[in-house]
Structures are given as C-alpha cells and as structure tokens.
Nanobody
C-alpha cells in the first residue's frame, strides 16, 4: 500500500487548506486512517484519525473545532480540511493507516508541507 499526500502549501493566518491522502497498491484494507504533523525541531504529533467503517473521529485538542477529517471509501482517500490556520500549525503533515483498531500505524505517506504565515 502506498499513501500519497497532497494539498500542502503557504497560507496566511486565518486561511484554509485541504489535504488529501490517496491509497494505492494492493487491496486496501484499513481500520483507521490518521493525520500527524511534525514541526521543525519538534517530535511528530497526532492530529486526528477516523475509523474507516464507522466514521468515528478523534482530534487533538489543538485542532478541535478548526480541522475536520473525512474519507471517501470509494476512492480510498482521506482528507483533512484545515480552517482558521495559525502559525503554530506550520509543519510537515503525514497521513497514515493501520489495519488494527489500535497500535502502531502500518503505512505512512511522504508528507506535505503546510506553512502558515503571520
């Protein structure tokens, strides 16, 4: 399974971006799809995830109310709509999937840069 993330870019504070993560390769089977991010000099952190079958979502406190994760089962694609962006949202964003309902993620995308200018 390959994950291809796209949609990053440069945006001003308060702006919006929509990230996409498309899965390809052998038969795609996942339980959970998520987004993580890593800012310069910081560890990678969890942003949000979604359970593939139920659509149940979880968000980090720092993005609640501003970010929305969604999916398109037919396209094997997960999205991250980011609104009211802040400079502290600047990071490389990674998508990831796992087959198990919990535990480490199995597959990771290559990352897409999001830069929010003040």
């Amino acid at each position: 399974v390959q994950l291809q993330a796209s949609g990053g870019g440069l945006v001003q504070t308060g702006g919006s971006l929509r990230l996409s993560c498309a899965a390809s390769g052998r038969a795609f089977s996942t339980s959970v799809a998520g987004w993580f991010r890593q800012a310069p000099g910081k560890e990678r952190e969890f942003v949000t995830n979604i359970r593939w079958n139920t659509g149940v979502t979880v968000y980090a406190d720092s993005v609640k109310g501003r970010f929305t994760i969604s999916k398109d089962n037919a396209k094997n694609t997960v999205y991250l709509q980011m609104n009211s962006l802040k400079p502290e949202d600047t990071a490389v964003y990674y998508c990831a999937t796992r087959k198990a309902s919990s535990g480490p993620y199995d597959y990771w995308g290559q990352g897409t840069q999001v830069t929010v200018s003040s």
